[in-house]
DNA sequence: ACCTGAACACCGTTCAAGT
DNA sequence: ACCTGAACACCGTTCAAGT
């Protein structure tokens, strides 16, 4: 964890705010007002300080996200018991990484800043490629098929993400007006289930997917 | 494609600016300086009107984007040949729909708007639908696979193009801090590929992925 | 070393008025 | 019906100065 202005050995004058308090009033404003309203400004104000206060103790805005995930991952993310079979290795692995970022909305704009959440994450990554490896695969095809679950890890917790804002603001749903006049001649299936694919694509399949992903990756 | 402000019988005073022309010099903007730069200001100025002279041809800059969206995949994707097999079938309308937005760095933002891009992309649906069927799936079942597509897909170009964005500007890689001192003790494979996980990551592994996927779906 | 004030260069959107 | 001007309520970030 970098600090990009090193301390020194108490020169100057001395911190009215501190890294971690940033990181605490932001973790706040993030839990009770949503991400839209975590802005350096309403932070700055929140804290009893400047904007320009905070660019002190923080690169910028994007580095305090990061931050936040950071944090955030650290608190939640708990080891779980490992199964003995590889496969599920892989899968308790991954269900543990999806859990904490599902449950964490204002995750989403900070996801794909990196690949790599934090340290605490390595671990679980550990045990995906380890899992998949001990599968018979080589290790570059193991660390393939990491990305391969996350991608759609990130995208599960993405799109759904943006489903439940869209369900809370109740926007006008842009795919009923797509549904709304769908051609049996040219999308059967589609008309068959078209009263149904509300509840269906709100239903969590996350482990079913996942479960479909990882046995079409060991077995190739 | 609903058009708000119903258009009359000739009333009152002649438009000056269409809807076509403010998509038209949106996509514009979006090829040559990136989504960051599209702005409801910036478009107006552009088209040598005033913002608000916009709103009166689009409800807000949510819908533009779709709008957007919308006209970028009517005029790209084009229907590929459909292989028998009917797994083919799904991984050819997958690789479609998935080319497409790759080549498109601005969807990211809107990638997660709704699950359905337009109705240009039903038919790759139906495809990737019926396909599942075919293989023996129930359609309910069918539905949820061509979510964990749609999921795998979505992650894919959401956390590539965020790579992109990242190796453009060359912002300090926070991925390298985290991999900077690996523990061999704690995470052996990990630190047994670490100095190929930027080779390995950067490979495009799509179909590689998709194909384990829809195997992993299509038996069970 | 740490913080402040003022400023720069922007946003999306609304409202009341003009043609 | 369509467009404009002015305004509201904001942004992230930089710079020069203060303590």
């Known amino acids: 964890m970098p600090q990009p202005p090193a301390p020194r050995k108490t020169p100057g ?13 932001a973790l706040r404003i993030l839990d009770e007002e949503g991400v839209d309203r975590l802005t350096m400004r309403r932070l ?4 009893g300080s400047t904007p320009m206060a905070l660019y002190h ?15 955030y991952a650290t608190r939640t993310l708990r080891r779980p018991g490992l199964p003995d079979r590889p496969r599920e290795r ?11 970022l599902a449950a964490c909305p204002w995750i989403v704009t900070v996801l794909t800043a990196d690949d790599l959440l934090s340290k605490t994450a390595l671990w679980f990554v550990e045990q995906i490629v380890d899992g998949f490896v001990d599968c018979g695969l080589t290790p570059d095809r193991a660390v393939h098929g990491y990305r391969a679950i996350w991608y759609y890890t990130a995208g599960e917790i993405m799109v759904r993400a943006a489903a439940r804002r869209r369900a809370e ?11 709304a006049d769908l051609d049996p001649e040219e999308v059967p299936r589609l008309a068959q289930v078209a009263d149904r694919w509300e509840t269906l694509t709100a239903q969590d399949t996350y482990s079913d997917g996942l479960r479909a992903l990882v046995d079409g990756l060991a077995t190739r």
Request: glycine share 2%; proline share 6%.
């Open 13 to 25: 004058r001395p911190p009215r705010i501190s890294r971690d308090e940033i990181i605490g009033t």
């Open 44 to 47: 700055a104000t929140e804290i």
């Open 90 to 100: 892989v899968i308790v692995a991954a269900e543990a990484i999806h859990e904490v």
């Open 57 to 71: 103790h923080v690169r910028n805005k994007d580095e305090l996200l990061v931050l936040l995930l950071d944090d």
């Open 169 to 179: 603001d109740d926007r006008p749903v842009h795919r009923e007006s797509v549904f």
